[in-house]
């Protein structure tokens, strides 16, 4: 079974000159996912160490 195409020829065309202006091309950095674990890390590292000195603080601890 063939499906019709969502849009036309046309469209397509439209679409195609959009993504293909230079406004689109912007080249990223590659991800790297270690970077984020240890961002992430040192985050939850702060926020859990002022958390325990503001419980402290309070004489919870």
Known sequence: MI???KL???DLARVREYLNSPIHQ???QPFRPLRLLLVLWIVVSLISGFALLF???QGAL
């Open 3 to 5: 499906e019709k195409p």
């Open 8 to 10: 036309s020829e046309e």
């Open 26 to 28: 912007v080249e990223r």
């Open 55 to 57: 419980a402290w603080m």
